[in-house]
């Protein structure tokens, strides 16, 4: 499911760790290029990605097993998302077209795939995008623990796969016929206060590739070269347009979603 396209953006970020042993955890540290540990020293490691409870999480060493996060796309508030979701309540949906004619989306920031994994429920064709290995090793063991759900199986692989690649590079080198529909954006975005209560996950992902995305604008340009339709940009609702030349905008009460038409 998950592949490696081009060179992956080798990030100067925390110092990592796999811990525990057997096979899976051998090969995600040498794929990764970290040390494979019995348990964390929190002298020497920032964070620990660990094996347990059939899934591969990440967590503070310093947290002593408490703040774990993991992509989990079947229960919690994922599943009751999907649940919840249709083309006519979810503004992602809306924004980006869903049954109005889209059906193939890049989601060329997939992060921990929550939002390609709504866009998939919702019927697209979705291919996620994520440049950081460790993200996206979270996000393919996620992947594969939902392709074994009854009800999550039928949406992956089928319509949500996952390539590792920058993806100014992927879209660049796209042939014409393989153009998606749209391409979906969800740049990272600094914090409004430095105080700002973040959720666990968002830290967890500052804390790996950084609060800015200072190439957000070079990709935009890219996406609006290789989408047949549209992008879409997810903002929060106070952040000033990536760039100017948006057709539409869909607005929630934190985000909202900046519609360029192709
Ligand atoms: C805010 S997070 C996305 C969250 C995601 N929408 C979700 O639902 O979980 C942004 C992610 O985009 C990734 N990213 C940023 N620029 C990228 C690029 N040029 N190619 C691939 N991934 C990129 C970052 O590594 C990060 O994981």
């Known amino acids: 499911m998950a592949g490696t396209v081009g060179a992956v953006r080798a990030v100067p970020g925390p110092r990592l760790a796999v811990a525990g042993r057997g096979a899976a955890a051998e090969a995600l540290a040498r794929r990764l290029g970290v040390p494979l540990v ?9 964070f620990v990605l660990v094996y347990e409870d059939g899934g591969l999480g990440i967590r503070p060493a310093a947290a002593g097993g408490s703040g774990v996060v993991r992509v989990d796309l079947v229960a919690g508030r994922a599943g009751a998302r999907r649940r919840a979701a249709s083309r006519g309540t979810e503004l992602i949906a809306r924004a980006v077209g869903i049954g109005r004619g889209v059906t193939t989306v890049v989601d060329a920031t997939a992060g921990l795939g929550r ?15 994520e440049r950081s290995a460790v993200i996206a090793a979270l996000l393919a ?9 009854p009800a999550t199986g ?17 879209l660049e080198g796209l042939a014409a016929r393989d153009r998606p529909d749209a391409v979906y954006l969800d740049p990272m975005f600094p914090p409004r206060r430095k105080t700002a209560r973040v959720k666990k996950e968002l830290e967890l992902v ?12 070079e990709l935009l340009a890219i996406a609006r070269a290789a989408a047949r ?34």
Not at 206 to 217: I, K, R, S, Y
């Open 38 to 46: 019995r348990a964390a020293d929190p002298e020497a490691v920032d």
């Open 115 to 129: 939002d390609a994994f709504v866009l998939a429920a919702l019927g697209a064709q979705v291919i996620a995008l």
């Open 141 to 149: 063991d996620g992947l594969c623990r939902a392709a074994l759900d």
């Open 154 to 170: 039928p949406i992956v692989p089928a319509r949500l796969r996952l390539v590792v690649a920058d993806a100014r590079r992927w």
């Open 206 to 217: 500052q804390a790996l590739v950084g609060t800015d995305d200072p190439e957000a604008g």
């Open 229 to 262: 339709r549209r992008v879409v940009v997810k903002r929060p609702v106070h952040a000033p347009p990536l760039a100017p030349g948006a057709s539409a905008t869909c607005r929630g009460r934190t985000t909202r979603f900046d519609v360029y038409l192709s």
